[in-house]
């Protein structure tokens, strides 16, 4: 049941912080893709503010149909060119963004709407070939040219770990990250860099206790998904 397994969600996430003697907050984005939108509106209705897709058409489509409480949407995916015209006015917070090409391209449809998009950069820390996102290599670059534009807000960071068996081999990828996040700081205005979204159902205490601010939680939540 959705209640009882976001309910087991928080607290491992609470009894986590504990642990790592924190005491700032954690944002739990529940990732509903390939779920239809009862399951936005089921969590909205237990106290759930932020709910994560991969794909812009999906979530267009529930949004669309969505009746519940505001929610903040984010977009987790990888966001095509071709799909920014419509993503832009959708999403709140765009995780994935990993190119300047992209960044042109949101600050042309943001300028168009007269709004200022919220963005994170997403680094791709272990390099995996099947995964997009900046290595950290690229990184700089993007992040100082990201800083230039006016209608595009960076605040902060996006990492996806490898699936290892051992969720404890995610930490050293996690440590890159956060460093990375903490480094970004000094480049943007004070109090603009607030986000460190990593951690996913296999791994989010291990995130959590290498400073993650923002999980996205999928599984642990609705059960598996099941892909048509
Ligand atoms: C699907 C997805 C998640 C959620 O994954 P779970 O393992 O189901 O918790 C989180 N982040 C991204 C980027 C995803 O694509």
């Not at 009882?4 to 642990?19: A, F, G, N």
């Not at 603009?192 to 601010?213: C, K, P, R, V, W």
Request: net charge negative; charged share 25%.
């Amino acid at each position: 049941m959705i209640e009882t397994s976001l309910q087991t969600v928080r607290d491992r996430i609470q009894q986590c912080m504990k642990r790592a003697g924190r005491v700032d907050e954690v944002t739990l984005v529940a990732v509903t893709k390939n779920h239809p939108v009862q399951a936005v509106e089921t969590v909205a209705s237990l106290g759930v503010t932020d709910v994560g897709e991969n794909r812009v058409q999906e979530a267009k489509e529930k949004q669309l149909t969505y009746k519940g409480p505001t929610v903040r949407w984010h977009l987790l995916g990888h966001l095509q060119m071709n799909k920014v015209r419509q993503a832009v006015p959708m999403f709140d917070l765009i995780h994935s963004v990993d190119s300047k090409k992209l960044l042109d391209e949101i600050e042309r449809v943001a300028a168009k709407h007269d709004i200022i998009q919220d963005v994170l950069l997403q680094v791709n820390v272990a390099r995996e070939a099947s995964k997009t996102g900046l290595t950290v290599e690229e990184f700089p670059e993007v992040r100082t040219y990201a800083s230039t534009l006016p209608h595009v807000c960076v605040r902060g960071l996006m990492c996806i770990a490898p699936y290892f068996e051992n969720p404890e081999d995610t930490r050293p990828i996690f440590r890159v990250a956060h460093a990375l996040y903490e480094d970004m700081k000094q480049y943007f205005q004070p109090e603009q860099i607030q986000y460190l979204s990593m951690g996913m159902t296999h791994d989010f205490e291990i995130a959590i206790e290498e400073g993650a601010n923002v999980v996205r939680v999928g599984t642990a939540i609705f059960g598996e998904r099941v892909y048509f």
